[in-house]
């Protein structure tokens, strides 16, 4: 979900010459061209697409009084999916159902971006459904990763609704509510990841299935209709021999199969590997492997995802088994430890908290479970390699195990640990290093989903929670599947899913003929199975209807900011092009009155403007005072101090920054100013 840096969607346009590029990115990609070769980029390539999304004009976009005259009218059979997040980028997932105008939600999770300096959180809009609240009926969520739950602390407070998930899942929610909106009781209903009875809640009747995931209690969910079931897949894998929960089951599958299924929309992640996903069981042979191979006196450090418990304990009952103590070492890695335990997924962490493990134990007898494995810049991980951890001071001879495979978009900043571990004399071993595997991957891999698709035999697919290449990788699949009916959605889509056929098509392979051999028929027996699920009750298959533009909201602080607004774009284009700030003292005749002052940051052949640099820019500031004094017209000088500072950062880096430039005038003249006694009579009166 941390997808950073630049360079794929800048090559894509610079090959396209430009052509539909937002105006606010031109700048960037002539820049790119200019220096690929050495610059680092700060700004996230999912925030640029994003940005470049909700500024592309599109001629199927639609009013929302449209959309919502649209759901009032439908008739009771139809059926609409909304994605709203998830559908273009791996993250921020967010979609919802309409039936007879009712609403149901399933997951609100957020995107980490980088956005000029330092990872934030992107949320999706959900605005058409707070301006329409009273309409939804419920939130369900598949599983408790953040690109699935991280919004709800944010943004449920103004939806109010009920919530349905698993205990986990629940108790992975509840504090992060509570500790935001004290004042707020979350309703929650939880419901047992194995319990697959019907759940009604409003208009929608769904069914748990549960899936393996690397997080415990991930579930499918199937939405009952009149054509068969829709299955939303969450994320899962195929994983038969789980270390934790229940293993994944085809044969269970292939009962919903049997009843019915009109879509599935699916998870996409990793169609575009082939292969099967491979067993937690598997590796934790192979981390306890590579745990009795390294002698006591060195440091150890495995780095893993702070969400995969099984992973943990793995880690943890190896370095028992070696005879050594599990230590806990991230802030989210403590906090989910502690849910684990409580549900019962994991033995008490008491003790392992690296901030007092300290005082029990010296760190060379210890086996430390470190957040880190995508590079983000805060983790423990990264401390330790930069050697600013407070407790653990990492030397030559130690080792680091990745547990984990790195998200594509954060490899350079998986390089910058792996670079600065090096330095340090560590040693560093990647999963596959040797043969052995140390991690396995929680999204299904093509031949998974092939697996699945075959089982299930739906009438159509909507690939979801991917990027268009993995979209459209899902959807070769689902046709090598005999599945004809494929429909590829972006977010802001209106896909009517299902619904009494309203023309003649030829995907029918049932008469049209109304007949009493063919009578009305419950979602049990609706649909037949060879080879694949084929009508009955004759449905047109999903179509897009409608479009509106969503606008993701960045979170900024406390406040909630659309990523197309003014402040976000500068932060984006400032951080990836450096900036430079130029504050200018002037006289009252509206000369210089004396040096200007220069800020500059991110500057890649410099450290910044140094002193020859500075003189040299203030003296063509000068000159431009000259030329140009500042009078009545601030707008016209700054014009010409943009000018200045740009052609020269353009001839001593190769670069056009941001330019900022402050004017500070004197003070007018004013009467001596008013005593503590005279303020006080004047705030009587």
Same mark, same amino acid.
């Given at each position: 979900?941390?997808?950073?840096?630049?360079?794929?969607?800048?090559?894509?346009?610079?090959?396209?010459?430009?052509?539909?590029?937002?105006?606010?990115?031109?700048?960037?990609?002539?820049?790119?061209?200019?220096?690929?070769?050495?610059?680092?980029?700060?700004?996230?390539?999912?925030?640029?697409?994003?940005?470049?999304?909700?500024?592309?004009?599109?001629?199927?976009?639609?009013?929302?009084?449209?959309?919502?005259?649209?759901?009032?009218?439908?008739?009771?059979?139809?059926?609409?999916?909304?994605?709203?997040?998830?559908?273009?980028?791996?993250?921020?997932?967010?979609?919802?159902?309409?039936?007879?105008?009712?609403?149901?939600?399933?997951?609100?999770?957020?995107?980490?971006?980088?956005?000029?300096?330092?990872?934030?959180?992107?949320?999706?809009?959900?605005?058409?459904?707070?301006?329409?609240?009273?309409?939804?009926?419920?939130?369900?969520?598949?599983?408790?990763?953040?690109?699935?739950?991280?919004?709800?602390?944010?943004?449920?407070?103004?939806?109010?609704?009920?919530?349905?998930?698993?205990?986990?899942?629940?108790?992975?929610?509840?504090?992060?509510?509570?500790?935001?909106?004290?004042?707020?009781?979350?309703?929650?209903?939880?419901?047992?990841?194995?319990?697959?009875?019907?759940?009604?809640?409003?208009?929608?009747?769904?069914?748990?299935?549960?899936?393996?995931?690397?997080?415990?209690?991930?579930?499918?969910?199937?939405?009952?209709?009149?054509?068969?079931?829709?299955?939303?897949?969450? *994320? +899962?894998?195929?994983?038969? $021999?789980?270390?934790? =929960?229940?293993?994944? !089951?085809?044969?269970?599958?292939?009962?919903? @199969? %049997?009843?019915?299924?009109?879509?599935?929309?699916?998870?996409?992640?990793?169609?575009?590997?082939?292969?099967?996903?491979?067993?937690?069981?598997?590796?934790?042979?192979?981390?306890?492997?590579?745990?009795?191979?390294?002698?006591?006196?060195?440091?150890?450090?495995?780095?893993?995802?702070?969400?995969?418990?099984?992973?943990?304990?793995?880690?943890?009952?190896?370095?028992?088994?070696?005879?050594?103590?599990?230590?806990?070492?991230?802030?989210?890695?403590?906090?989910?430890?502690?849910?684990?335990?409580?549900?019962?997924?994991?033995?008490?962490?008491?003790?392992?908290?690296?901030?007092?493990?300290?005082?029990?134990?010296?760190?060379? *007898? +210890?086996?430390?479970?470190? $957040?880190?494995?995508? =590079?983000?810049?805060? !983790?423990?991980?990264?401390?330790?390699?930069? @050697? %600013?951890?407070?407790?653990?001071?990492?030397?030559?001879?130690?080792?680091?195990?990745?547990?984990?495979?790195?998200?594509?978009?954060?490899?350079?900043?998986?390089?910058?640990?792996?670079?600065?571990?090096?330095?340090?004399?560590?040693?560093?071993?990647?999963?596959?290093?040797?043969?052995?595997?140390?991690?396995?991957?929680?999204?299904?891999?093509?031949?998974?989903?092939?697996?699945?698709?075959?089982?299930?035999?739906?009438?159509?697919?909507?690939?979801?929670?991917?990027?268009?290449?993995?979209?459209?990788?899902?959807?070769?699949?689902?046709?090598?599947?005999?599945?004809?009916?494929?429909?590829?959605?972006?977010?802001?889509?209106?896909?009517?899913?299902?619904?009494?056929?309203?023309?003649?098509?030829?995907?029918?392979?049932?008469?049209?003929?109304?007949?009493?051999?063919?009578?009305?028929?419950?979602?049990?027996?609706?649909?037949?199975?060879?080879?694949?699920?084929?009508?009955?009750?004759?449905?047109?298959?999903?179509?897009?209807?409608?479009?509106?533009?969503?606008?993701?909201?960045?979170?900024?602080?406390?406040?909630?900011?659309?990523?197309?607004?003014?402040?976000?774009?500068?932060?984006?284009?400032?951080?990836?092009?450096?900036?430079?700030?130029?504050?200018?003292?002037?006289?009252?005749?509206?000369?210089?009155?004396?040096?200007?002052?220069?800020?500059?940051?991110?500057?890649?052949?410099?450290?910044?403007?140094?002193?020859?640099?500075?003189?040299?820019?203030?003296?063509?500031?000068?000159?431009?005072?000259?030329?140009?004094?500042?009078?009545?017209?601030?707008?016209?000088?700054?014009?010409?101090?943009?000018?200045?500072?740009?052609?020269?950062?353009?001839?001593?880096?190769?670069?056009?920054?941001?330019?900022?430039?402050?004017?500070?005038?004197?003070?007018?003249?004013?009467?001596?100013?008013?005593?503590?006694?005279?303020?006080?009579?004047?705030?009587?009166?």
């Amino acid at each position: 979900m941390f997808v950073r840096g630049i360079p794929s969607f800048l090559h894509f346009h610079c090959r396209h010459k430009l052509i539909g590029t937002p105006s606010l990115f031109r700048p960037l990609l002539v820049q790119y061209e200019m220096l690929s070769s050495t610059t680092s980029s700060f700004a996230d390539a999912n925030v640029l697409k994003l940005m470049e999304r909700a500024s592309k004009p599109r001629q199927d976009r639609t009013s929302i009084k449209f959309v919502k005259d649209m759901f009032e009218n439908a008739r009771d059979d139809e059926f609409f999916f909304l994605p709203l997040g998830g559908s273009g980028e791996i993250g921020m997932n967010c979609n919802l159902y309409v039936n007879k105008n009712r609403f149901l939600m399933i997951d609100l999770g957020i995107l980490l971006v980088n956005i000029g300096h330092g990872s934030t959180s992107v949320l999706p809009d959900i605005s058409f459904i707070k301006n329409n609240v009273e309409k939804l009926d419920g939130l369900v969520v598949t599983h408790a990763h953040e690109d699935h739950i991280g919004a709800i602390e944010t943004l449920w407070p103004s939806l109010k609704c009920p919530i349905y998930c698993t205990k986990f899942t629940a108790a992975m929610i509840t504090p992060r509510i509570e500790r935001r909106h004290p004042h707020l009781l979350p309703l929650i209903h939880v419901i047992d990841q194995e319990d697959t009875s019907p759940q009604q809640v409003g208009n929608f009747e769904f069914r748990f299935c549960p899936t393996t995931h690397s997080i415990p209690e991930s579930v499918h969910v199937f939405i009952n209709t009149p054509y068969g079931y829709i299955m939303h897949t969450g *994320d +899962w894998n195929m994983d038969t $021999t789980p270390t934790i =929960g229940p293993a994944f !089951s085809l044969d269970a599958l292939q009962k919903f @199969g %049997d009843s019915g299924v009109h879509a599935v929309i699916g998870d996409s992640t990793n169609a575009t590997r082939t292969g099967h996903t491979t067993s937690e069981r598997f590796v934790r042979k192979g981390l306890l492997k590579r745990l009795k191979a390294i002698p006591r006196g060195k440091r150890v450090v495995v780095t893993c995802f702070s969400s995969s418990i099984s992973r943990i304990k793995a880690v943890m009952e190896a370095a028992r088994g070696v005879g050594r103590v599990p230590i806990l070492a991230g802030r989210s890695l403590l906090s989910t430890t502690m849910v684990a335990h409580s549900c019962g997924y994991l033995p008490s962490t008491k003790g392992c908290n690296i901030r007092t493990a300290n005082k029990y134990h010296g760190d060379k *007898d +210890w086996i430390i479970v470190s $957040t880190g494995c995508q =590079g983000e810049p805060n !983790s423990a991980l990264s401390r330790m390699a930069t @050697g %600013d951890h407070p407790h653990v001071s990492l030397s030559k001879g130690d080792v680091v195990i990745f547990s984990s495979r790195t998200i594509p978009g954060n490899e350079e900043d998986v390089a910058t640990i792996i670079s600065n571990l090096k330095e340090l004399g560590v040693e560093v071993i990647l999963d596959g290093d040797d043969g052995i595997s140390t991690h396995s991957s929680g999204h299904a891999l093509a031949g998974d989903i092939f697996s699945m698709l075959s089982a299930v035999r739906p009438f159509s697919v909507i690939p979801v929670h991917g990027e268009q290449e993995h979209m459209q990788k899902h959807t070769d699949i689902a046709l090598t599947a005999g599945i004809k009916h494929v429909l590829i959605p972006t977010d802001g889509d209106v896909i009517r899913i299902c619904g009494e056929r309203r023309h003649k098509s030829d995907f029918a392979t049932v008469s049209d003929t109304p007949s009493e051999a063919q009578p009305s028929r419950t979602p049990a027996d609706v649909l037949t199975s060879s080879p694949h699920t084929a009508m009955t009750r004759k449905s047109d298959p999903p179509q897009p209807v409608a479009h509106f533009t969503t606008h993701p909201l960045v979170k900024d602080g406390l406040i909630l900011r659309r990523l197309d607004s003014d402040a976000i774009k500068q932060r984006a284009m400032a951080g990836t092009i450096g900036t430079c700030t130029v504050t200018l003292n002037v006289d009252g005749d509206g000369f210089l009155s004396n040096t200007a002052v220069v800020y500059s940051r991110d500057f890649p052949f410099s450290s910044g403007l140094d002193s020859s640099h500075d003189n040299e820019l203030n003296e063509l500031i000068a000159n431009t005072t000259v030329d140009h004094h500042i009078g009545n017209s601030e707008s016209a000088f700054k014009v010409q101090v943009h000018k200045t500072v740009t052609s020269f950062c353009v001839n001593k880096f190769g670069k056009t920054p941001f330019v900022q430039t402050h004017i500070i005038r004197p003070a007018p003249a004013t009467s001596t100013p008013p005593t503590r006694e005279e303020l006080k009579q004047h705030k009587n009166v």
